[in-house]
Antibody
Framework: EVQLLESGGGLAQPGGSLRLSCAAS????????TSWVRQAPGKGLEWVSR????????YYADSVKGRFTISRDNSKNTLYLQMNSLRAEDTAVYYCAKMGGSGSFWYFDLWGRGTLVTVSS | SYELTQPPSVSVSPGQTASITCSGDKLGNKYACWYQQRPGQSPVLVIS???RRPSGIPERFSGSNSGNTATLTISGTQAMDEADYYC?????????FGGGTKLTVL
């Protein structure tokens, strides 16, 4: 079955760190770029970061640049998001999303179920 | 930074046509996608590359993009189409989502 399964969410203190993981199965993980997208409680979707299939290219939203690091281990079919210097406004469900298309027409064609990150003292 | 604007809500009667707009500066020069998110569920891609329907998405979903506006059209709207809909595009390697539109079928 083609799927993405996130883990690693939980409660963190402001200024703290968490590492999210996303395990992929059912497709050739290394062939596809992948992103993290988050959704604050009751709010809309916000793109966070993306990484190329071979891990050579990474991009970040301004809101997380310098604090979050995206990476992947293609031997383990796993995507990661290292989140440092966490803030209350980082509280959200974090989804990993497989990307289809290329160049100017990327799209998210497979989503995981998400993992909840809560930043609070 | 680039912004996409959607109406917060749209209402439609069953069997009628619903149109959800997404506005952004020269959006027609980019590719727009649309996602459906039912309550408590993950988003699902319903339109890619302005107007392409992924496998498994009903034919009643269609899209267009020109000028400053992309439009998602749902023909013969069904109760199961009640959901939040988000448009999305890329600007300078950054993903941008619209604020979302809640579609009510009543």
């Amino acid at each position: 079955e083609v799927q993405l399964l996130e883990s690693g969410g939980g409660l963190a203190q402001p200024g703290g760190s968490l590492r999210l993981s996303c395990a992929a199965s059912g497709f050739t993980f290394s062939s596809y770029a992948t992103s993290w997208v988050r959704q604050a409680p009751g709010k809309g979707l916000e793109w966070v970061s993306r990484i190329s299939g071979n891990g050579g290219g990474t991009y970040y939203a301004d809101s997380v640049k310098g604090r979050f690091t995206i990476s992947r281990d293609n031997s383990k079919n796993t995507l990661y998001l290292q989140m440092n210097s966490l803030r209350a406004e980082d509280t959200a469900v974090y989804y990993c999303a497989k990307m289809g298309g290329s160049g100017s027409f990327w799209y998210f064609d497979l989503w995981g179920r998400g993992t909840l990150v809560t930043v609070s003292s | 930074s680039y912004e996409l604007t959607q109406p917060p809500s749209v209402s439609v009667s069953p069997g009628q046509t619903a149109s959800i707009t997404c506005s952004g500066d020269k959006l027609g020069n980019k590719y727009a996608c649309w996602y459906q998110q039912r309550p408590g569920q993950s988003p699902v891609l319903v339109i890619s590359q302005d107007s392409r329907r992924p496998s498994g998405i009903p034919e009643r979903f269609s899209g267009s993009n020109s000028g400053n506006t992309a439009t998602l059209t749902i023909s013969g709207t069904q109760a199961m189409d009640e959901a939040d809909y988000y448009c999305q595009a890329w600007d300078n390697n950054a993903g941008v989502f619209g604020g979302g539109t809640k579609l009510t079928v009543l």
